[in-house]
């Protein structure tokens, strides 16, 4: 298996002894043959500039810009030339590389081309149709591939003929070097530019509305789309909807998951675990989207017939908490798990030694010992339930105001609607303009500043175990 | 007296320690239910994974046809139509995340692992960058996809004015998994022995030469694993996509179109229209997508493992 990134850049270690030896002739036609289109294509591009510079040929774009890229991309395709002229390996390694860009283009052309025919009919397409579609379209891509391709090969072919010196050997290194740390700096330059956006579009709020109205304001409604009293946008309410969904999503998930890392750690056979941990990976991989559609179609329904008063809906923080703990399972299980196995096996070995049993080792030496890690895999957890966004949206009924017990019993607040940061930010940015725009910027960045310290705070607590 | 007490209890303790059976079984016990208890929770979570993959295929089968899959949804309010649309727009959006996501990512992954800890990283001002970047990278990694999409809506689709596009919703994509790509890379990079780098070092090769000629083809399989992570969070994202793709059900004819992905779809699906049955099927071909990449991710890092281990 040889990826592309080697066909491209392989240059033969070998060559350093080789460029010294007499070269087998046959095989220089081809360069010399490379140099003279690079050369046909470099004079093309300068024609094209000073024709459209003197208004012969019409470009539609400005005629300075054509002519300086003309004039540019000339002296560059008159640079391959000569390096392929003087086999160059550089040369080599250019063209092979516009080569794939080439092709890659074109394949994507095809594609878009096909796949519009194909799939956006509002009919159904016969087989015998589709299969007709994949037929020409394969001879096409034929077509389209077959100099290119064949360019490719002979190139990829010759690699021994092309040298280079140490020197150009060097500024390669070391220009890859400086680029790979540029690549490595996008993390935190994308960090950056998330905080200098959020808090520039949330300056406004906080200008118009004010820290205090934002924050401990208990009534939202955005009088832009009412178009009735004056408008206020207070959070609280949504903050309320996120603690309590969370604070449910926590007292169900928890002992689900710590139960599943315990018995997949300590007590269950290798072959049941790996049953487990395919299920767990599944369970992580399914769409959020098909958890909320299956708290509306099925949770919502079975809350709905818990007999209580003034119990209608089937939305809810209860809803919500039952899909949220789902989610959050694969994630503290996970983290728990890896925590109890990273506990040396020596410790249980001197504790069964002392007499313990095996219940008793787990509970008394082993969860202890682990208890750092199961910190940190709670509050990823709650960072996780935070954050969640679209399948609250679908099942915790989206009411604006602070959630509130149905009926006397004050434990009945589980069955009232509710909505969260989150949802409030994904319901309502698609129309939202001026002041509440920028509020739920501020919203944003609410959560971002919130997530960042509670996610630092469980990689410290991760990180202090490590090393200690 | 008093030493006769103290006779007599040491004679009670004694017995007691003795007769220890009791305290055994009890123990036994107390093992037996908590274990019992373990095995529960554990079965609850299986059946509850069987219960919402069961449900939503057993609901989800009977939709899915030959026309549901190649015709377009028809919009309005019964949710008519197929997912043709959906399917290509989801696989465009992996295609254009990954071509901006994959290269950043591995790129960054090769400077952590290969050359930050070089002896060039005595200037003072790279060190500082490289862990400013890591940093950077773990603070991503924690971002809820909604931020991103927030994000993404400030800068690509207001700032720039791309508007709700392919190209807005596959720049934001790509922050959202570089992260995991970049992680995924990592491990693969640092899972590749030292001494294929010396041998290849020692060879006379530059730096370069051996990353890409030795390390890289031996670390593919463990970099493979990460870009299919990265298109199953692509494929089940839903948040990010919402603020920035639009939701458009016509095929994007370009990069500056609108679209809408498969699990946006089933949003839209159950939330503006009645039909919930079409969603269940579209929600089907989601696991059933979700499980091959699991699969595929399974097998690679499977063949990576034996690979580095001499075959």
């Known amino acids: 298996m040889r990826p592309i990134f080697s066909l491209i850049f392989n240059r033969n270690i070998m060559k350093i002894t080789q460029n010294n030896q007499q070269k087998p002739e046959s095989k220089f036609i081809f360069p010399k043959f490379l140099a003279l289109f690079s050369l046909f294509i470099s004079a093309a591009f300068l024609t094209t500039g000073f024709l459209s510079f003197f208004s012969v040929i019409d470009l539609s774009i400005n005629k300075v810009l054509a002519l300086v890229t003309g004039i540019i991309l000339s002296t560059a395709f008159f640079l391959l030339a000569k390096g392929f002229y003087t086999l160059q390996n550089w040369a080599r390694t250019t063209l092979l590389s516009i080569l794939i860009l080439i092709i890659l283009v074109l394949l994507v052309k095809i594609i878009f081309e096909f796949s519009s025919i194909v799939f956006a009919g509002k009919q159904v397409l016969s087989i015998g149709e589709i299969l007709k579609y994949i037929g020409k379209y394969f001879l096409r891509t034929i077509l389209y591939m077959s100099i290119p391709g064949i360019l490719f090969y002979f190139l990829y072919k010759c690699d021994e003929i092309f040298s280079e010196t140490p020197r150009q050997r060097h500024l390669f290194d070391h220009t890859v070097k400086n680029f790979l740390l540029g690549t490595a700096l996008s993390s935190i330059l994308i960090v950056i530019f998330i905080f200098v956006f959020t808090f520039q579009e949330s300056e406004l709020a906080i200008s118009e509305i004010g820290l205090k109205e934002l924050l401990t304001g208990t009534i939202w409604r955005p009088g832009a789309i009412i178009g009735t009293d004056e408008s206020h946008f207070g959070l609280v309410p949504m903050v309320i909807g996120s603690i309590y969904s969370t604070i449910g999503a926590i007292i169900i998930g928890i002992p689900l998951s710590f139960g599943t890392a315990i018995l997949l750690a300590e007590i269950a056979p290798q072959s049941i675990r790996t049953i487990f941990r395919t299920a767990i990976e599944l369970l992580s991989g399914i769409p959020s989207v098909v958890y909320g559609l299956f708290g509306m179609v099925v949770i919502a329904p079975l809350i709905r017939m818990i007999p209580i008063k003034g119990n209608t809906t089937g939305f809810g923080i209860l809803n919500a908490s039952i899909i949220l703990s789902i989610m959050i399972l694969p994630t503290v299980t996970n983290i728990t798990e890896d925590a109890i196995r990273a506990v040396p096996q020596s410790y249980r070995e001197a504790s069964y030694a002392l007499g313990a049993t095996h219940w008793q080792t787990i509970k008394d030496v082993v969860l202890p010992a682990a208890n750092s890690g199961i910190i940190a895999a709670v509050i990823l957890g709650i960072s996780r339930a935070l954050g969640e966004t679209m399948a609250l949206i679908m099942v915790i009924g989206n009411s604006i105001a602070i959630p509130s017990p149905i009926n006397d019993n004050p434990l009945s607040i589980i069955f009232s609607t509710a909505r969260t940061l989150t949802g409030n930010i994904a319901v309502e940015i698609n129309y939202a303009s001026g002041a509440h725009r920028s509020a739920l910027f501020f919203t944003g960045v609410l959560l971002f500043l919130f997530l960042l310290i509670i996610n630092r705070l469980a990689n410290h607590i991760m990180k202090g175990k490590k090393t200690s | ?311």
């Open chain 2, 1 to 311: 007296m008093n030493n006769s007490l103290t006779k007599q209890q040491r004679m009670a303790a004694a017995r007691e320690k003795i007769n220890h059976k009791p305290n055994i079984r009890n123990r036994r016990l107390v093992q037996s239910l908590a274990f019992t208890f373990l095995w529960i929770m554990g079965f609850t979570t299986i059946a509850v994974l069987i219960w919402i993959v069961g449900y939503v295929f057993v609901k989800g089968f009977p939709s899915i046809n030959m026309e549901f899959l190649t015709t377009r949804p028809a919009g309005g309010f019964d949710g008519e139509g197929g997912i043709s649309t959906t399917i290509v727009t989801t696989v465009y959006l992996v295609i254009f995340t990954l071509a901006i996501a994959a290269p950043l990512g591995i790129g960054a992954a090769i400077y952590f692992v290969e050359y930050a800890n070089e002896g060039q990283t005595r200037n003072k001002i790279i060190r500082w960058l490289v862990k400013t970047a890591r940093t950077g990278v773990e603070i991503l990694a924690g971002v809820p996809s909604i931020i991103f999409g927030l994000f993404g809506f400030a800068i690509f689709v207001s700032y720039l004015k791309l508007g709700f596009s392919l190209l807005s919703a596959g720049l934001s994509g790509a922050c959202l998994v570089l992260p995991v790509i970049i992680r995924t890379t990592e491990e693969a990079l640092l899972a590749v022995p030292e001494s294929y780098r010396e041998g290849s070092l020692g060879l006379g090769a530059t730096k370069w030469q051996t990353v890409t000629g030795v390390v890289l083809p031996a670390a593919i399989p463990g970099i493979v694993t990460g870009i299919v992570l990265s298109v199953g969070r692509i494929i089940s994202e839903t948040a990010i996509f919402w603020v920035t793709l639009g939701g458009s059900y016509r095929l994007p004819q370009n990069l500056l179109s609108s679209g809408r992905t498969l699990a946006l779809h089933v949003y839209m699906l159950a939330t503006e229209t009645r039909a919930f049955d079409k969603a269940m099927g579209t929600s089907a071909i989601l696991i059933i997508i979700i499980i091959i990449l699991n699969l595929a991710i399974n097998l690679s890092s499977k063949y990576f493992q034996k690979r580095l281990s001499g075959k």
